[in-house]
Structure formats: C-alpha cells, structure tokens
C-alpha cells in the first residue's frame, strides 16, 4: 500500500522520536493514504516554518497481524475520548505499535474542542461530525514496526 508524510525535509529513514507529543494519536510516526492530505499538512508546516513543503512516499506493508493495532472505523465515543486524552498528552497509545483512524484536523477539531472545553456533550459532538468529510491517519508508534512496514520510495516539493 502506497502511503504518504507531509513535512518539510526529505524523511528517507523516519523514526517516532522527533513526533511531537500532543497529537490526535499521541508520539508517533504519521502517514495518510490521501495524497492531497499529505500535501496540506506539507504546506502548513512549511508555512509555519518558512520552508520548502515536502511530501514522502513510502510503501508499507499491509499484513498487520503480527501488530498490536487499535482502529477506530468511524468517529465514535472511543475514538472521541482517545483523541482527546492525547491531545492533553496522556499517552495512550503505548500499549499498540500502530493507530488508525480518521483525521481531527483543524475544521474538525474546532467541533471536538466544544467537548474538550466541556461546552458540548459526546452526543452533540458526533452528530455534528457527521458533516465532515473525514481523511485517514497511521500513527506507527513503536520503532521496530515502523522499520519492518515501511519503505521510502520518493519525496518531491509542493508549492
């Protein structure tokens, strides 16, 4: 399966160290199988940056059984409440090598930070959910599996 990183660097050996710690899946290594997504977080974090915007691309081996996965098919209570303890830096994840799921991106964290604030319950949350459309992520967070699944193939610039 074909799989992509935005950033700002060439990323041909990636590792989960230099993840920062309050993302939607906590410290790890992020993939997405959209392209166009890659590119967005590229081009944001190049903006941010004031560097150039890069996109990875790496083949990953799709046969998981021998990881421990947690994924989440839809947005629901779990994946609501896993988001959001990692977002305050609760490490959750340290008990799977990958987490799969949907994207908390800016648009849709807005909706999940009316529950993080307490200003909204689960319910309302969810319900409003249902009208973004929604992009994928793979957090590999143990080393070893990101080693043993993924390959780089290529890298190239986005404006």
């Avoid at 660097?9 to 993840?19: G, I, L």
């Avoid at 977080?41 to 990953?60: D, F, L, P, S």
């Avoid at 908390?104 to 689960?122: I, N, Q």
């Avoid at 929604?134 to 780089?152: A, E, G, W, Y």
Wanted: net charge negative.
């Amino acid at each position: 399966m074909v799989v992509y990183h935005g950033t700002t660097e060439r990323v041909e050996m990636p590792d989960v160290k230099h993840s920062k710690k309050y993302l939607d899946f906590g410290r790890g290594f992020y993939l997405t199988t959209f392209e166009e997504q890659a590119k967005k977080w590229a081009v944001r974090k190049g903006m941010r940056q004031g560097r150039t915007a890069i996109v990875n691309e790496y083949e990953m081996d799709d046969n998981w059984e021998n990881y421990r996965v947690l994924s989440f098919e839809e947005e629901n209570e779990k994946w609501l409440d896993f988001v959001c303890a990692c977002r305050r830096g609760e490490p959750l994840n340290k008990d799977y090598d990958i987490v799969v799921g949907n994207v908390a991106d800016d648009d849709v964290f807005k909706v999940v930070d009316m529950y993080f604030r307490g200003l909204w319950d689960k319910k309302k949350v969810l319900e409003e959910l249902r009208y973004y459309k929604m992009n994928d992520q793979i957090c590999i967070v143990n080393q070893d599996t990101l080693n043993q699944l993924l390959t780089f193939q290529n890298a190239y610039e986005v404006k």
